[in-house]
C-alpha cells in the first residue's frame, strides 16, 4: 500500500510573526520555517502505518520555492521515502493546491492520502475536502484515531462538536489530521543523513498541466490592535459601575 501525504512549510509556531511596514503581506525574511504542525502529524501517521506493515511506501509532496525542499527533506527523514516538489513563488488559493494533488493523486495512485487539517498560517482547512471532492475519495477529516483494515477500508475516529464520530471508509481514501492523533517523533542525526540520499523529484504547476492563476487579490495586512490596559478596582459596587459606565451592563 502506498500512502501519500502532502505537506507544507510555514513559519514555525515558537515565532512571533511581523507584518510588513507596508502592511502588504507578513514578514517572514529570516524567520524559523517548519512543516506545517498538523502536516507533521500526517507524517507521523503515515510513518506509524508503515512500521505496523500496512504501508510499504511513504510518498510526501509539497508545493512552493526550491527552500521547500528543506521540509520535503525532514519528512524524509521522519521516515518518508521519497518527495516531490513542485515549484511556484505563486502565493497559492486552497483550490490551487486541490488541483495540484489531484494531478500527484493521479500519478502516483496512492491506497490512503494524508494531509494536516489546517495550515497555521492561512487556517483555511479547505484543501482537504476541495481534494476529495476532485478525486472522488471518500473523506475523513479532523482525525483522532486511524485503523486501516487489509488494503480494502480504513476506519478514523473524528472529533466533532458533540464528541466523536466513527467513520469507516473503502480505500482509497483521504484523511485530515487533528492534534490528537499523535505526536510527532523526535528526530535522529543519522535519520538526517540517510534523508539527504533520498530522491526528490521536481516539477511546475506548468509540467502538470495545471492552471494556477487565482481571483483573490490580498490588499492588505493588518497587525492586531493593541489591548487596553486594565482598570483595577477596589471593591465590588466600583467594579459594577466601571461596568455600567463601560456599557458592559
Not at 114 to 139: E, F, R
Not at 189 to 214: C, R, Y
Amino acid at each position: 500500500m502506498k500512502a501519500l501525504v502532502a505537506i507544507k512549510r510555514v513559519v514555525d509556531y515558537n515565532v512571533r510573526v511581523r507584518v510588513k511596514s507596508d502592511h502588504s503581506d507578513v514578514d517572514i525574511s529570516n524567520a524559523k520555517m517548519s512543516i506545517n504542525p498538523f502536516c507533521e502529524i500526517a507524517v507521523e501517521e503515515a510513518v506509524r502505518l508503515k512500521e505496523q506493515g500496512i504501508v510499504s511506501e511513504i510518498v510526501v509532496v509539497s508545493i512552493g520555492e526550491a527552500e521547500v525542499q528543506e521540509q520535503i527533506r525532514a519528512a524524509l527523514a521522519m521516515g518518508a521515502d521519497r518527495g516531490i516538489l513542485i515549484e511556484t513563488s505563486e502565493n497559492l488559493t486552497s483550490l490551487s493546491v486541490a488541483k495540484l494533488l489531484t494531478k500527484v493523486v493521479s500519478n502516483e495512485e496512492p491506497e490512503i492520502i494524508i494531509l494536516g487539517k489546517q495550515a497555521i498560517d492561512s487556517d483555511n482547512n479547505q484543501t482537504c475536502q476541495m481534494l476529495a471532492a476532485l478525486c472522488d475519495y471518500p473523506q475523513a477529516t479532523f482525525a483522532s484515531k486511524v485503523t486501516v483494515n487489509g488494503n480494502s477500508s480504513v476506519v478514523v475516529e473524528r472529533e466533532v462538536d458533540g464528541g466523536l464520530q466513527t467513520l469507516s471508509m473503502t480505500l482509497p481514501a483521504i484523511i485530515s489530521t487533528d492534534l490528537r492523533l499523535n505526536t510527532p517523533r523526535f528526530v535522529k542525526l543519522p535519520d538526517v543523513m540517510k534523508a539527504k540520499k533520498k530522491p526528490i523529484t521536481k516539477t511546475t504547476p506548468e509540467e502538470m498541466g495545471i492552471n494556477i492563476d487565482s481571483n483573490i487579490t490580498l490588499l492588505g495586512v493588518e497587525p492586531p490592535s493593541e489591548r487596553s490596559p486594565g482598570i483595577l478596582v477596589g471593591s465590588v459596587d466600583e467594579l459594577l459601575e466601571c461596568l455600567r459606565t463601560q456599557s458592559v451592563l
